[in-house]
């Protein structure tokens, strides 16, 4: 690719500005990197701190559940029997109470603790609601996790890891429930917003997320639609824009709740000061790269424009548009007398073009005419030999029907006032042609079925009858027995290089001598180089007119039939033709 004057001065100066304003860029960026990266260290250690403090209360209120389950007191009331007296029963009943309400004490969150004794079905709670025993108490989720439902964490522990709905059938003896209340975590959410800023939420899977009193909901769904909290990571920070500002967002997986600690901070507030600062910078960098382009434009209008004017008008003349000038400005300097130059050198360049281009037109024509005139005259001899044998013959009728069909074909080939003739008088001639050729011999049938659609086409005089001749001399003529001719056509649409043209073929088809492919590319060979002494007149004659006429992949072309013998095919192009179905041959 060629670069003109003035886009290699505007790359220049691309060139010369565009590495500052990357450097500037870079080393801006690395600022900004450095800035938020501590700022993602220092609010993922803070949250961390915070998801440590809540999961250390939490895990405090589970280790109050398996200290209960392996309790003295539970395990005598566990293991009574009938004998045991009442008495007894109730003092450990009222012991277990006490504990139960000790250990909820001692904590600093809300919660309840619920035992339950399915063998003896009996409840023991902190909460007065549920002293009676009920069999759906028995259902339960897996212990060991915290689940959230019906409004509160619950975590469960059972003497028996194998369960089903029926604990009393696999063994389970005792089964602990403890729950807590929600806002305790929301309180201590509220803490760390107040202390540390953000926005910070629980996000509990399956869950609406626990929020703080004064959380945004359109930030905290925001976060939830484009962030991925269900990947292997338990850690990390995410930049994430939301109603046009930045955020920095930290999340912490808790390992008691299996819950992800969310905490957006805004970054806009420590990144404007840096923002401006690089605005600043790079609308410099700009209004001199305009000023330095004003400047490239104005040697563009003064230097480029008369040049590409010129490069132009070579370019079509170069195409062969040779009426081409250019027009010439009125200021008095180099490139107006070049453009004046241009304009005496194309118009010069015109005149001997078209002298020329008549003479390449009469040349033209003049070997056009010399190739339609060379006719085998051995044809003429051979038939005048027949009327002459048929004479001595004394037989009247063939030599009256060679005459007549003799003097038809002569008449036509010798007539000069025009190089152009139809398909139809082609193949009325070939008809004379084959007749004079039945009558010479007794071996020779034909047939002639070319669509009636092509019958009006213009072509050359004496296309097909040399290529038939040939047919029988060579093809036929060799061959013990009979021989049989066949002449076809048909018509192809094609498009070649974005233009319509039709394709026409004329088929001369005989079933004699058999070329091998060797022989048949040799052949091809010869028909387009300088006739010499190895092929006949009439083939070379025929495939050179086609060429000098119709250019493209016209004139002759050969193929081998399966069955014994050689097609001919006589094609030419033309273009933009009516005729876009094609035909078979025959």
């Not at 046009?244 to 806009?268: E, I």
């Not at 060979?525 to 006739?531: K, V």
């Amino acid at each position: 690719m060629k670069f003109t004057v003035f886009a290699k001065t505007v790359i220049l100066l691309i060139c010369l500005l565009v590495p500052i304003l990357l450097l500037y860029t870079y080393a801006n960026q690395e600022n900004v990197d450095m800035v938020v990266e501590e700022k993602q260290q220092s609010s993922l250690n803070q949250f961390n701190y915070f998801s440590s403090q809540v999961d250390k209360n939490i895990e405090q209120l589970s280790l109050y559940g398996l200290t209960l389950l392996r309790d003295p007191s539970i395990l005598h009331y566990r293991y009574m029997t009938d004998s045991t007296s009442q008495y007894e029963k109730n003092s450990i009943y009222l012991d277990i109470l006490d504990k139960l309400s000790l250990y909820q004490s001692t904590s600093r969150w809300k919660n309840d603790i619920t035992i339950v004794l399915p063998q003896a079905e009996l409840v023991l709670s902190t909460m007065s609601s549920r002293t009676v025993y009920d069999e759906k108490m028995l259902t339960f989720p897996q212990p060991g996790q915290w689940q959230l439902e019906k409004g509160s964490f619950t975590y469960f522990f059972t003497d028996n890891y194998e369960w089903n709905e029926k604990p009393v059938n696999t063994g389970v003896r005792t089964v602990m429930e403890i729950n807590f209340d929600p806002m305790n975590v929301v309180a201590m959410l509220d803490d760390f917003k107040e202390t540390q800023g953000g926005d910070p939420f629980l996000l509990v899977p399956g869950n609406d997320p626990l929020l703080n009193r004064t959380a945004d909901p359109e930030l905290v769904e925001a976060i939830m639609r484009d962030m991925p909290f269900n990947g292997p990571e338990r850690e990390g920070n995410h930049q994430l824009e939301v109603g046009g500002k930045q955020y920095l967002v930290s999340y912490v997986y808790s390992k008691q709740l299996q819950a992800v600690y969310v905490n957006p901070v805004v970054l806009d507030d420590l990144l404007t000061p840096m923002d401006k600062s690089r605005n600043m910078f790079i609308t410099s960098i700009l209004l001199l790269l305009v000023l330095s382009i004003g400047a490239a434009l104005l040697l563009y209008r003064k230097v480029q424009v008369p040049i590409h004017r010129l490069m132009r008008g070579l370019q079509q003349i170069r195409k062969g548009q040779l009426s081409t000038r250019i027009p010439v400005d009125h200021s008095r300097d180099e490139f107006a007398y070049l453009t004046q130059s241009f304009n005496h050198m194309a118009e010069q360049i015109q005149e001997l073009i078209e002298k020329v281009y008549e003479e390449r037109i009469r040349s033209r024509e003049a070997t056009l005419k010399h190739l339609q005139s060379q006719i085998n005259p051995h044809f003429l001899y051979n038939c005048l030999f027949y009327i002459k044998n048929m004479t001595q013959l004394g037989n009247r009728e063939a030599v009256i029907a060679m005459s007549l069909s003799l003097g038809d074909y002569y008449r036509y080939i010798t007539r000069g006032e025009n190089d152009m003739t139809t398909v139809e008088e082609e193949i009325r001639l070939l008809d004379h042609y084959l007749s004079i050729q039945q009558m010479r011999t007794n071996r020779l049938t034909y047939e002639i079925a070319v669509p009636q659609q092509l019958m009006q086409l213009h072509i050359p005089r004496l296309l097909i009858q040399p290529i038939v001749e040939n047919a029988v001399i060579h093809g036929i003529e060799p061959m013990e027995g009979s021989g049989h001719v066949v002449v076809t056509g048909m018509a192809v649409p094609e498009h070649i290089e974005g233009r319509k043209y039709t394709r026409y073929s004329l088929f001369v088809d005989n079933d004699g001598v058999t070329l091998t492919a060797e022989e048949i590319a040799e052949l091809e060979r010869e028909i387009n180089e300088p006739m010499g002494e190895e092929i006949g007149t009439g083939t070379w004659n025929v495939h050179q007119r086609l060429v000098t006429r119709y250019g493209l992949s016209s004139g002759l072309h050969f193929g081998a039939i399966p069955y014994g013998g050689l097609s001919v095919e006589i094609r030419w192009f033309e273009e933009e033709q009516p005729h876009d179905e094609s035909d078979g041959r025959g």
